[in-house]
Every structure is written in structure tokens, then in C-alpha cells.
């Protein structure tokens, strides 16, 4: 069983920037990836990276202003999140699956098998 724990989260002012961390017990997965989730919204994709390779994939809305990262030694995962938006509050998980996924499925929340508790991050002025 592969434990998720999330770090990094808070209170931002718009504009601003802040990094999440996920740390993985073991790495026993093929890609990570990061979902949202605001007040009485569904769960959105963010974000999501291969472990070998590192190909990343992001959602539209959030294109150019994060960037996924990953360290294989430490088992973590990352999420640089940069000219923050009020629309970015929310909820943000992170995932991880041993299911090999591409770019049709890779923003399918429920390929992912492991989830952290989360860690909420709050932009306002």
C-alpha cells in the first residue's frame, strides 16, 4: 500500500506563488499527478508527470503559471505554482497509479490508485 502525504499548501495573495510536495512511501508506481478541488466543484485535473520519463501533462487553466517536477531519490513529487489566481483555491491532492497512462488518460481521476489527504491552498487579497 503506497501512502501519499501532501505538504506545501496555505495562503497566498494573487500573483504570488507557492510549491506543494508529495512524498510517496515507496515507489511502486508509473505516473503522479496533482487534482483540485474547490468548494461544491468535482475534482479537477491539474497536472501529472511519467516516472520514467518525465513526460508532463497539464490542464488548460493552468498551463505556463505551474510546473510539475518530480525527484526519483526522494520519492516526491512537486507542484510549482506561480501567478496564482483567485480561481486557484481549492483543494489539491495528489495521485499516483501503476496503470501505464498517456495522454487520453492521464486526466482521468479514477485511474489513479493512491491518493494523499490533501493540502489546501487559498489565493485571495
Known amino acids: 500500500q503506497v501512502h501519499l502525504v501532501e505538504s506545501g499548501g496555505g495562503w497566498v495573495q494573487p500573483g504570488g506563488s507557492l510549491r506543494l510536495s508529495c512524498v510517496a512511501s515507496?515507489?511502486?508506481?508509473?505516473?503522479m499527478g496533482w487534482f483540485r478541488q474547490a468548494p461544491g466543484q468535482a475534482r479537477d485535473f491539474v497536472a501529472a508527470?511519467?516516472?520514467?520519463?518525465?513526460?508532463?501533462y497539464y490542464a488548460n487553466s493552468v498551463k505556463g503559471r505551474f510546473t510539475i517536477s518530480k525527484d526519483n531519490a526522494k520519492n516526491t513529487l512537486y507542484l510549482q505554482m506561480n501567478k496564482l489566481k483567485l480561481e486557484d483555491t481549492a483543494v489539491y491532492y495528489c495521485?499516483?497509479?501503476?496503470?501505464?497512462?498517456?495522454?487520453?488518460?492521464?486526466?482521468?481521476?479514477?485511474?489513479?490508485?493512491?491518493w494523499g489527504q490533501g493540502t489546501q491552498v487559498t489565493v485571495s487579497s
Open positions: 495521485a499516483a497509479t501503476s496503470n501505464d497512462l498517456g495522454i487520453a488518460t492521464m486526466w482521468k481521476e479514477d485511474k489513479y490508485n493512491y
Open positions: 515507496e515507489r511502486a508506481f508509473s505516473s
Open positions: 508527470i511519467t516516472w520514467s520519463r518525465g513526460n508532463t
